[in-house]
């Protein structure tokens, strides 16, 4: 069994910054790609952003230069730093992992933690 929980959602007026954490735990061999994706109301889930093993990235555009991904040194736990919050970053916050447990590999979900940017 694998867990992956988010933490560090909330509410921020535009403009401000909130830090996203998940951390997986269970039973894990290797963690490859980490990331973060997002949905809003009545809006497909989008990939915000993610994080390789090798420490590579990926940004949606409409996010770059404003949040970072990042991978604690144990490589479980993946955070997002997010900086000038815009109202249309309102959304449901989702951690997906790639994981590796001995010879199978899978993709695991968290359950989400709420964004909201409002004045």
């Known amino acids: 069994q694998v867990q992956l929980v988010e933490s560090g959602g909330g509410l921020v007026q535009p403009g401000g910054s909130l830090r996203l954490s998940c951390a997986a735990s269970?039973?894990?061999?290797?963690?490859?790609?980490m990331g973060w994706y997002r949905q809003a109301p009545g809006k497909q889930r989008e990939l915000v952003a993610l994080i390789t093993s090798g420490g590579s990235t990926r940004y949606a555009d409409s996010v770059k230069g404003r949040f970072t991904i990042s991978r604690d040194n144990d490589k479980t736990t993946v955070n997002l730093t997010m900086n000038n919050l815009k109202p249309e970053d309102t959304a449901l916050y989702y951690c997906k992992a790639d994981i590796r447990y001995y010879l199978t590999r899978q993709d695991y979900w968290g359950r989400g933690t709420q964004v909201t940017v409002s004045s």
């Open positions: 269970g039973s894990i061999s290797s963690i490859d790609r």
